[in-house]
C-alpha cells in the first residue's frame, strides 16, 4: 500500500487499544444497524498519523458484500465526559462535569484516553452507523493536527484517503507486465503444434527487420507547429519559396496538385509537415506488409506479448482517469492478433464490453485474432476494410502500430479523421506507435491535426500531453516524446527472441489518447477548481525521462501547461516542496502532482561550453599520462608514432 506523505507513516499493525476499541464498538453498531443485516465487522487499521495533541487511526468498516466506509477515530491524551459517554463506564470524575475535565486513572475502555469517531466521505453518512456516530460525537472538527503542526501549503491537510487516491492515479507507469495466462497458454499451444522453433525464430527475425529498417533510420529534428507563425511578411514568404522549391515538394504536384492553387492556401506548419512526411517516406522503399502462415505466427511470438502489455498500460492509465468511461463498443483498426481488444478486455472485463469490430486485411493474421478471442464472450466481426462493416458508433478505437504501413501524410490524415467521425461523444481514440523519431512524428502530426482543425472544447487530451499547446519536445530537435514498458517475454523454450539471461524486454512507445468533448482543462481554470481527484490529474505534469536520483535531492523532467519542458528539483532538505518520498519511487510516464520548484527552465539543457572545455582539459590530461608529454606512448619511437597517427588518419577520415 502505498505510504502517505505530508507527515503520515506507513501503515502498522494494529495495536490493542485500537482492538478494544472496535470490539466496544461492536454492540452498540449492531443494535444501530439492524436495518442492514449485512453488517459485519471492523477490518484492520489502514493508516496511523502520530501528531502534537495525539493519534489519528483511520479504520475500514464493512457495511454490506461490496460496501465500504471509512471512518476516522482521533485519541487525544485526555479522558473527558465525551468518552464516558460513549463507552457508559465509570469513572472517578464526575458525569456532570465538563468535556474538558480529564482523569489519568480510568481502568475501563478509553483507558485513560478520549475517542472521537467521525465519517471520512460523504457517500458514507447515509448508513445507519455513522448517523450513530452523529448523535454520540460532540467534536467533529478535529482533524490531523493544530495548526502550528502543518507545514506551508502541506497536502496533510487533505484526507489520508484522498492522498492515497491521488498517489495512485499519479502513479500511471507500470514496471513489468504479465501475460494473460490464458493468452500465453494458446501461444504456446500454437508454437508447439505449428513446427520447428528454428524456423518461427528465423521468419521472425526477417520481419522485424525490415520493419526495423523503416522506423529506425530517421533523426530527431524540429517539428512544425501551428503555434509558430511567422510575423513578417518578407520571411514568411521566404521560407514559404524554400519549402515549395525543395527537391521532395516538387514531387507532391503529381499526388496534391491542390497545395499550389493559389485559391486553397495553406499555412506554412501544414506544408512543413508534409514536406517532412514526404523527405522521410521517400528515403525507404514504402511496401505493404503481407503476411505468409509462418510470417504470421512469427509475428504472434515475436510481438504479440509486447503489443499486449502496451496497449493494456495505455488503456488502464484510460480507465484510471477517466471512471466515468464505461466503453461498450470497440473498434480495433489494424488489429492483427487482437492484443488490442485482449488488454481492454482485461481492462474493463469481457461483461462491460458487447461489441467488438477488428479491422485487419491479411487473411493469415485474422486466423491469428480469431484463434486468440475464440473463447470471448462478445460479438466480434472481422472485416478486411474500414468500410465493409457496419457505419455505427463506437465508444473506444485503437490504432496499434499501423501508422508506418500507410503511405504518405494525406493517407494517415485521412485515416485518423475517418476514424473521428465513426467515434461517440465521450469516446476515446488510442493512437500508439514504436518510441522511436519516426513513430513520434507520426503522433505529433496527428496531435496537430485535432489543434488546428478541431475547436478547443471539440476534444481533450487524456495522455499524454497535459495541454492542447505546443509540444515542446517537438521544437528541441534533439529529444523525442516516448516511453517504455517492461513485458515478461515467453518462455525460451518455446521461442527464443534473444538472451536466455533476459526474461523480462523493455517496449519504447509513443501513444495519444483523445476524448471527444469538452475536457476537465475547458471546465476549469486551474486545479484547485476540480471537483474529483480525477478530474485534477488533468493539470499534472507528465515526466518525460527517467529521474534522476542523487543524494538528499531528485531531479525530474516535466512537460506542463502551457507548453513548458521543464527540469524540476525536489529536495530533501525543503519540506515546502513536498513529494521527496513520492520522487524516490517516481518512475518515466507518471504524473507530479506536487508543487513544481523549477530547477532549469529548460530541462535536459546540453552540455554547456565550459562543462564541454573542462571535459577536453580533463580528457587531454589523461591522454598525456597514458602518452606522454610528446604526445607518444612510452618506449615507442617517432617513426612508429607517425605511422599510428597515418592509420587514425586513414581510418577516421581527418
Known sequence: MSPICGGLSEARPVSDSVRRLCEQLRPAMEQSNKANAAFTEFEPISYKSQVVAGTNYFVKIKVGPEDFAHVRIFQSLTCTAASRRLFSHSCPVSEDSSSSSSCSSCQTGCGGSTWYLGAEDEAASSNPYVQWFDLHMNNRAITRGFKF?????????????YVVELDNLAMCSQKTNFLNPLLKAK??????????????ERYARYVMQRQRSRSSTELPRVLSSAF????EEDKEKSRLDRITKGQHFQELKHTMPELFDPEKSQEISELQRLSIAHAEDSRHRLYQQFYSPEAAVAYLAHRFPPAYAVNFRVLHEVMKRCPDFKPTSILDYGSGPAPSVCAAADVWGQRLIKRVVCVEPSLHMKQMGKYILSDYSANVEWSSQLYDGKNQRQSIITVSYVLMHLKGQ???????????????DGGVLVVIEAG?????RFIHH?????IMQLPNKAFHFVAPCPHESMCPLATTGRDWCHFHQGVKRLPHYVYNKGSQARHVEWEKFSFLVVRKGEGPRQKYSKEEDALTAAERSYFWPRLLMPPIKAGGHTLVDACSAPNNFERLSVSKAKPHTMGYRFSRKVMWGDLWRFPKRV???????YVPDETKRHLERLAKKAYENIRGKKGREVGTTKEEFKEEKRDESLHYGK
Open 187 to 200: 501461444i504456446i499451444r500454437l508454437l508447439r503444434d505449428f513446427g520447428n522453433k528454428k524456423d518461427v
Open 149 to 161: 503542526d502543518r507545514h506551508f501549503g502541506s497536502p496533510s491537510e487533505l484526507d489520508p484517503l
Open 410 to 424: 494525406e493517407a494517415r490524415d485521412l485515416l485518423i479523421r475517418n476514424l473521428w467521425n465513426r467515434l461517440e
Open 228 to 231: 509558430l507563425p511567422e510575423k
Open 436 to 440: 522511436t523519431p519516426t513513430g513520434f
Open 446 to 450: 496527428i496531435r496537430e491535426l485535432f
Open 599 to 605: 530547477n532549469r527552465r529548460n530541462a535536459r539543457e
